[in-house]
């Protein structure tokens, strides 16, 4: 069973930065396709990144392209999300999720094990 855990969530200003990781253990990490997705409070769970099983490619939600950047390292089983300049309206708990297919999904249909997520909460 694959277990994906979340960290680095907190609170911080508009304008600042903050470095989500995502631990995996249970499978081969290297294997998997690796995303990050975030709920607001009273909205659907949204796509924000997704990163190739090599690190390779990666691709982003318009909302977040230019200040999120997604990132892994298969030595030690884990993925980032890197957000920079944050807007009240990224607040949100942020998940991880592992796919074992290998297409750039952001459908969360797609994804096969979830994280219990982190919260992100930004202040204005």
């Known amino acids: 069973q694959v277990s994906l855990v979340e960290s680095g969530g907190g609170l911080v200003q508009a304008g600042d930065s903050l470095r989500l990781s995502c631990a995996a253990s249970g499978g081969t990490f290297s294997t998997f396709l690796m995303a990050w997705f975030r709920q607001a409070p009273g909205k659907e769970r949204e796509f924000v990144a997704v990163?190739?099983?090599?690190?390779?490619?990666?691709a982003y939600a318009d909302s977040v392209k230019g200040r999120f950047t997604i990132s892994r390292d298969n030595a030690k089983n884990t993925v980032y999300l890197q957000m920079n300049s944050l807007k009240p309206e990224d607040a949100a708990v942020y998940y991880c999720?592992?796919?074992?297919?290998?297409?750039?999904?952001?459908?969360?249909?797609?994804?096969?094990?979830w994280g219990q997520g982190t919260q992100v909460t930004v202040s204005s």
């Open positions: 990163v190739s099983r090599s690190g390779g490619n990666t």
């Open positions: 999720a592992a796919s074992l297919g290998g297409l750039m999904y952001r459908q969360e249909s797609r994804y096969d094990y």
